[in-house]
């Protein structure tokens, strides 16, 4: 079992008040892995449905930014491995 990975980065190494502040962070869990689940309903006469599958990881990391200055970090974007916030120094 392998352990999740994540690292993070700032676009600047010192900031003045009021300068916009934006964080990238790479992570990743190599066992995460999606799942394909197919569904079919059959009712008492013996009627189906058509199969319905739809695709879903299980168990996703997700990835919350706080600092201990109170500042309010807002989630620009996150494809599931890199997610960027923002927020204002």
């Known amino acids: 079992m392998a352990a999740p990975t994540v690292s993070a ?3 600047a190494s010192t ?3 009021g300068d916009q502040m ?3 962070v790479t992570y990743g ?3 995460t892995r999606p799942v394909t689940v197919t ?3 059959t009712d008492a006469q013996g ?6 599958s739809v695709t ?15 500042r ?8 599931g491995t890199v997610a960027v916030y923002r927020a204002v120094a």
Do not use: E, H, Q
């Open 9 to 11: 980065s700032l676009n």
């Open 15 to 17: 900031y003045s008040p």
């Open 22 to 24: 934006t964080l990238t």
């Open 29 to 31: 869990d190599p066992d």
């Open 39 to 41: 569904i079919v309903v």
């Open 47 to 52: 009627n189906s449905s058509a199969p319905v």
């Open 56 to 70: 879903a990881v299980i168990d996703p990391l997700t990835v919350t930014v706080t600092d201990d200055s109170g």
């Open 72 to 79: 309010t970090w807002t989630r620009i974007s996150d494809t």
